[in-house]
């Protein structure tokens, strides 16, 4: 059965869902997006991805053509019209099509906004249990990667040099330092059992599995340092994993085909993907 899409105010089959050669999003990259997990036919953590996305579009100056409650109305109607059990909503508000191509924004452009649905079994994924490969790249993003941006070109070419390397995720590094996955929070454990993952600011995205499980691990007593790391401490470290919301939390057991800890995922990344999935469950709407 084909799926359906949302378009603007309606509900399409996904084939037949389009937007004008002149949308901004097209043209300029100029929108934001989402992604948030379904999980039983559930929206996981989705009040914390729609928080960001009244963030990122306020930072880019960019009004909601919906309310965030309307929004979750919709991500709701699309799930259930598709019948999604496990996988996720994708959604992505962009300034509109104007007339031609302006880069200033358009007055009087009522702003775009789009979701479809992708069916992915998150917490049943083979990668899951064997864990991914991760190679490193440059990070060559621009200084705003905060916004849930839809300029992802970087990210794109990170994550097919990771692919053409059979990884599973590219760590992207600035000034020595692991910024954040292609798509993904990147996470280590010291040999003294402190879970580290990079600082929020304008260098990374604030991901909310990234939130969720600091918050989770910091209720069960576990020690969590946000700061940045090096590769050279990643290799050194117990465990490593990257958190987001299409993988909740998966172990990284190898950086450029050199083995992190055992070279199998961690007892505690294993302890935390299972903290997580019980919080997803448990709070999904
Ligand atoms: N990506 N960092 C980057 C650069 C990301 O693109 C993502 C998510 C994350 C994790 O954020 P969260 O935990 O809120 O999903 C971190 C989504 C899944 C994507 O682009 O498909």
Redesign the pocket.
């Known amino acids: 059965m084909e799926k359906t899409a949302y378009v603007n105010g309606s509900y399409v089959p996904l084939s037949e869902a389009k937007v004008s050669v002149l949308d901004r999003g097209f043209l300029f990259a100029d929108g934001i997006?989402e992604?948030a997990a379904v999980l039983d036919g559930k929206l996981v953590d989705n009040a914390?991805?729609l928080a960001?996305l009244e963030r990122s579009v306020g930072e880019i100056r960019l009004e909601l053509p919906e309310t965030t409650a309307r929004i979750e109305e919709i991500q709701k109607e699309l799930v259930a019209r598709n019948k999604l059990v496990n996988g996720?909503v994708y959604l992505e508000v962009t300034r509109g099509a104007d007339t031609g191509r302006d880069f200033a924004f358009p007055k009087g452009v009522k702003p775009t906004l789009v979701m479809f649905t992708a069916e992915k079994d998150i917490v049943g994924s083979p990668a899951a249990k064997t864990g991914i490969n991760v190679i490193t790249v440059p990070d060559i993003r621009w200084e705003r990667?905060d916004i849930?941006s839809v300029a992802?070109l970087a990210?794109v070419l990170a994550k097919q040099a990771a692919a053409e390397a059979g990884a599973g995720e590219a760590w992207m590094i600035q000034d020595g330092k692991v910024t954040?996955?292609?798509?993904?929070?990147a996470f280590i454990l010291t040999q003294d059992d402190v879970i580290v993952t990079r600082q929020n600011g304008s260098e990374?995205?604030p991901?909310?599995?990234?939130k969720a499980v600091v918050a989770l691990a910091e209720e069960r007593q576990l020690r969590v340092e946000e700061r940045a790391f090096s590769i050279e401490e990643a290799l050194a470290a117990k465990e490593a994993f990257i958190?987001?919301?299409?993988v909740f939390v998966q172990a990284v057991v190898s950086i450029d085909g050199k083995k992190v800890g055992s070279g199998k995922p961690g007892p505690l990344t294993d302890r935390l993907r299972e903290i997580y999935v019980e919080f997803a469950k448990a709070t999904a709407v």
């Not at 954040?180 to 929070?185: D, K, L």
């Not at 991901?207 to 990234?210: D, K, V």
């Not at 958190?243 to 299409?246: E, F, L, N, Q, V």
């Open positions: 997006y992604v914390s991805h960001r996720m990667r849930k992802l990210q954040e996955g292609g798509s993904s929070s990374i995205l991901g909310c599995t990234r958190t987001s919301a299409t």
